[in-house]
C-alpha cells in the first residue's frame, strides 16, 4: 500500500516539475521593438516613450535607428509597403507610422502578448515572408498552454487525492 502511495505522490508532482521547465519562459528570444526615425519632433517623443518603458518589460529590446545615418533597412520598408513617413515602430509584422496614445497602447499590448508566447517572429530579423510570419504571430493570441499548465497539476491532484481518500476508506472497512 505505501508503494502506492508514493506512485501517487509522484505522479502529481511530475505536472509541477514540467510547468517549472517547459512553462519557464525565461529561455526565450528578446521582444524587438524597432523604432525608426529622422528626428522628427513625434520621432523624438516616441523614442523617449520607448526608452521610459525598456526597463518594464524584462524581454524587450529597443533598436532604434536614424535612417539619416542608416538606410539598410528601406527595403524592408517596401517589403511591409512602407512609405517614408516617420516615425515608424515595428514588432513582430505589425508597424505603425506616426505616434500617439493609441499606437503607445497598441504596442504596450503587443509586448505583453508576445511576452507569454512560446513562439514570435519578428519580420526584421528573419527570411520568413510577411504572410508566414504573421501566421506565426497570430497563433500567440491562440496559444494559452500555459493554462495548461496551471490546470493539468490541479486537476492530477484532485484525481490523486480522491484515490488515496478510497483506498484508505477501503483499508479501514476491512
Not at 528570444?29 to 526608452?51: G, H, Q, R, S
Not at 504571430?137 to 497539476?153: K, S
Not at 490541479?154 to 483499508?171: A, E, M, N, P, S
Amino acid at each position: 500500500m505505501k508503494y502506492i502511495y508514493n506512485f501517487i505522490l509522484l505522479i502529481c508532482l511530475l505536472p509541477m516539475v514540467t510547468y517549472a521547465t517547459i512553462g519557464n519562459n525565461s529561455s526565450l528570444e528578446d521582444i524587438n521593438v524597432y523604432l525608426f526615425t529622422n528626428e522628427c519632433e513625434e520621432c523624438l517623443e516616441a523614442e523617449k516613450w520607448l526608452t521610459s518603458i525598456y526597463n518594464k518589460y524584462s524581454r524587450l529590446n529597443n533598436r532604434i535607428v536614424n535612417v539619416k545615418e542608416d538606410n539598410k533597412y528601406l527595403e524592408i520598408f517596401d517589403k511591409l509597403g512602407i512609405s517614408n513617413k516617420y516615425p515608424v515602430l515595428i514588432i513582430g509584422t505589425n508597424y505603425y507610422i506616426g505616434f500617439n496614445d493609441k499606437i503607445k497602447t497598441e504596442v504596450e499590448t503587443l509586448i505583453q502578448e508576445y511576452s507569454k508566447a512560446s513562439d514570435y517572429c519578428d519580420i526584421m530579423n528573419t527570411e520568413l515572408s510577411v504572410k508566414e510570419c504573421q501566421k506565426i504571430n497570430n497563433n500567440i493570441y491562440n496559444d494559452h498552454n500555459y493554462l495548461v499548465y496551471l490546470i493539468i497539476p490541479l486537476v492530477v491532484i484532485v484525481i490523486g487525492g480522491t484515490i488515496v481518500i478510497v483506498l484508505k476508506r477501503k483499508k479501514n472497512s476491512k
